[in-house]
């Protein structure tokens, strides 16, 4: 059984064994993992139950009996409510602690008022520092560009920081008329206290962590190049500092593997090549060239329109997958990148691809690399043999509509 279970309120642990994460940072996974899951709002029961379907149908193709994941339910947003009268349970921090490894469907945000984003949240009070986003193109998926299949990059996005930290005032406010009225005296700052008042933190520590996970990210896909992007042209002293200390890191940490452009003229030989970019023109540029860009590592609020941008390119957000991880403790939570959709709640209808690539990464993850592979192949063939949801299937000719369901039914079909 390995390590003693712990007991909740709620959450019901099923047989199955602990994930110990090794002094590497990595999971020793066994033979019945147990893995948390959060279904999420909105859509988020049908691409679940559709995802967790083709999962286990994965690791039963590849391993047979011997291998096999113990799924535990954890709560958050509306669901947890429900059950726990509470959107965020202390226990479900508690659980994925203690059990280092999760996934999740999209959870609800109100947007102007109400709770605080739950996603945030979570990626807050669990230090998942790395938000990591891969990005590439499946043959036969529909594309607004001309050549999709030149996007190929994993993006790490700061996870705690930024303007996502939360500190805030609204413009009206008792809070709102302080903070302006100490910048107005301390910094000669003229802000009205009618004014909504944010600030974005960015640290030295902060930075060279996310920097740091990119370039071991790098090294060990054997990828080309490392990417800075940033705004510090304008922000200088987060944005911009955040240039100078993801330098500071590839000059004095992994110089025998990486070189910065300046040190090299832009010809790094055999090593990786650490370059910078200012966020609107790789905006532009990951239209015109993206093949120029491998590896990218950026603060949060610019991850998060970067990563948006180029999944569009690749067929959209639908088909996005993402992993939030803290490389130094081993905690890592994979989930769905889009939103709830509650218009299409209980539908059956929507793409489940997003859940079931972010299952691929967390395989990947934990070393059951058939299994990441078997999953990919079949998605591609499914992709292939034109048999989608129909996000994908209005933009085929000759397609098939399947519903959420009945995708993931066809893509264990292809395994």
Same mark, same amino acid.
């Given at each position: 059984?390995?390590?003693?279970?712990?007991?909740?309120?709620?959450?019901?642990?099923?047989?199955?064994?602990?994930?110990?994460?090794?002094?590497?940072?990595?999971?020793?996974?066994?033979?019945?993992?147990?893995?948390?899951?959060?279904?999420g709002d909105g859509i988020g029961?049908?691409?679940?139950?559709?995802?967790?379907?083709?999962?286990?149908?994965?690791?039963?193709?590849c391993y047979g009996d011997t291998?096999?994941?113990?799924?535990?339910?954890?709560?958050?947003?509306?669901?947890?409510?429900?059950?726990?009268?509470?959107?965020?349970?202390?226990?479900?921090?508690? !659980?994925?602690?203690? +059990?280092? =490894? @999760?996934? %999740?469907?999209?959870?609800? #945000?109100? /947007?102007?008022? *109400?709770?605080?984003?739950?996603?945030?949240?979570?990626?807050?009070?669990?230090?998942?520092?790395?938000?990591?986003?891969?990005?590439?193109?499946?043959?036969?998926?529909?594309?607004?560009?001309?050549?999709?299949?030149?996007?190929?990059?994993?993006?790490?996005?700061?996870?705690?920081?930024?303007?996502?930290?939360?500190?805030?005032?609204?413009?009206?406010?008792?809070?709102?008329?302080?903070?302006?009225?100490?910048?107005?005296?301390?910094?000669?700052?003229?802000?009205?206290?009618?004014?909504?008042?944010?600030?974005?933190?960015?640290?030295?520590?902060?930075?060279?962590?996310?920097?740091? !996970?990119?370039?071991? +990210?790098? =090294? @060990?896909? %054997?990828?080309?190049?490392? #990417?800075? /992007?940033?705004? *510090?042209?304008?922000?200088?002293?987060?944005?911009?500092?955040?240039?100078?200390?993801?330098?500071?890191?590839?000059?004095?940490?992994?110089?025998?593997?990486?070189?910065?452009?300046?040190?090299?003229?832009?010809?790094?030989?055999?090593?990786?090549?650490?370059?910078?970019?200012?966020?609107?023109?790789?905006?532009?540029?990951?239209?015109?060239?993206p093949k120029n860009f491998d590896?990218?590592?950026?603060?949060?609020?610019?991850?998060?329109?970067?990563?948006?941008?180029?999944?569009?390119?690749?067929?959209?957000?639908?088909?996005?997958?993402?992993?939030?991880?803290?490389?130094?403790?081993?905690?890592?939570?994979?989930?769905?990148?889009?939103?709830?959709?509650?218009?299409?709640?209980?539908?059956?209808?929507?793409?489940?691809?997003?859940?079931?690539?972010?299952?691929?990464?967390?395989?990947?993850?934990?070393?059951?690399?058939?299994?990441?592979?078997?999953?990919?192949?079949?998605?591609?063939?499914?992709?292939?043999?034109?048999?989608?949801?129909?996000?994908?299937?209005?933009?085929?000719?000759?397609?098939?509509?399947?519903?959420?369901?009945?995708?993931?039914?066809?893509?264990?079909?292809?395994?």
């Amino acid at each position: 059984m390995g390590a003693t279970m712990s007991t909740f309120q709620h959450i019901q642990v099923p047989q199955g064994e602990k994930i110990a994460i090794g002094a590497d940072g990595l999971p020793d996974t066994p033979s019945k993992p147990i893995i948390g899951f959060i279904e999420g709002d909105g859509i988020g029961p049908d691409i679940w139950k559709a995802s967790k379907f083709l999962f286990d149908k994965a690791v039963a193709h590849c391993y047979g009996d011997t291998r096999k994941v113990a799924w535990m339910e954890i709560y958050a947003g509306e669901k947890a409510n429900k059950v726990c009268g509470n959107y965020f349970p202390e226990e479900t921090l508690d !659980a994925i602690r203690e +059990y280092n =490894i @999760a996934i %999740k469907g999209p959870l609800t #945000t109100p /947007v102007g008022e *109400g709770f605080r984003s739950l996603n945030v949240s979570l990626r807050q009070e669990l230090d998942l520092y790395a938000c990591v986003r891969p990005v590439r193109h499946f043959e036969a998926v529909p594309s607004p560009v001309v050549n999709p299949d030149a996007v190929d990059m994993t993006i790490f996005r700061e996870n705690t920081e930024d303007v996502y930290a939360g500190y805030e005032v609204k413009a009206g406010t008792p809070e709102a008329e302080k903070l302006a009225a100490f910048c107005a005296q301390e910094f000669g700052w003229e802000l009205s206290g009618h004014t909504g008042l944010g600030l974005k933190p960015v640290s030295e520590a902060g930075s060279k962590r996310l920097v740091r !996970a990119a370039l071991r +990210y790098a =090294i @060990a896909q %054997k990828r080309k190049s490392v #990417t800075l /992007v940033h705004k *510090g042209n304008i922000m200088k002293y987060t944005e911009g500092a955040f240039r100078k200390w993801g330098y500071e890191v590839v000059r004095d940490e992994f110089s025998d593997v990486a070189v910065a452009w300046a040190d090299c003229n832009g010809d790094p030989g055999d090593k990786i090549l650490v370059q910078d970019a200012i966020a609107d023109i790789f905006l532009q540029q990951i239209l015109t060239r993206p093949k120029n860009f491998d590896v990218i590592a950026t603060t949060n609020l610019n991850g998060d329109y970067m990563s948006d941008a180029l999944a569009a390119q690749v067929g959209g957000i639908g088909i996005a997958p993402g992993a939030n991880i803290n490389y130094e403790t081993g905690v890592a939570l994979f989930e769905a990148t889009h939103g709830t959709a509650p218009k299409y709640a209980d539908l059956d209808k929507v793409n489940p691809s997003s859940l079931i690539l972010s299952g691929v990464m967390m395989f990947e993850h934990l070393g059951w690399q058939e299994v990441a592979e078997a999953l990919t192949g079949a998605l591609t063939k499914t992709y292939g043999d034109k048999r989608v949801t129909y996000d994908f299937h209005r933009l085929m000719q000759g397609a098939t509509l399947l519903k959420c369901s009945e995708f993931a039914e066809a893509v264990a079909g292809n395994l």
